[in-house]
């Protein structure tokens, strides 16, 4: 299972993606698709994203079941905590100067 949220990006980003997932929400795509076919729409991702921001997460072999990455500005950073990834939110004063 794949997942993939944008916010902010250009249509055609939008469009790209829709190709090859369902888009259940504005912004939400879902799909089941292979580490080749993944890593292919995350560089569309990276290419097209613009002023907007985006995060992927997919299911793997990991102690959580799933990992994922982000682009872009957001108060959401990944943080690898004793081995297993996190959230942490920035302060608002610091998303501003992002």
């Known amino acids: 299972m794949l997942v993939i949220v944008v916010e902010n990006v250009p249509p055609r980003l939008r469009g790209r993606l829709a190709v090859w997932l369902l888009e259940v929400r504005a912004g939400v795509y879902i799909g089941n698709v292979g ?10 991702v990276e290419k097209g994203l613009g ?36 959230v942490s939110f920035l302060a608002e004063d610091a998303e501003n100067n992002i």
């Open 51 to 86: 002023e907007g921001n985006a995060v992927m997460a997919w299911n793997t072999n990991t102690e959580s079941g799933f990992d994922f990455m982000t682009l872009g500005a957001n108060r959401r950073i990944p943080v690898e905590m004793d081995g297993i990834k996190l």
């Open 35 to 44: 580490r080749r076919v993944r890593e292919m729409l995350w560089a569309n």
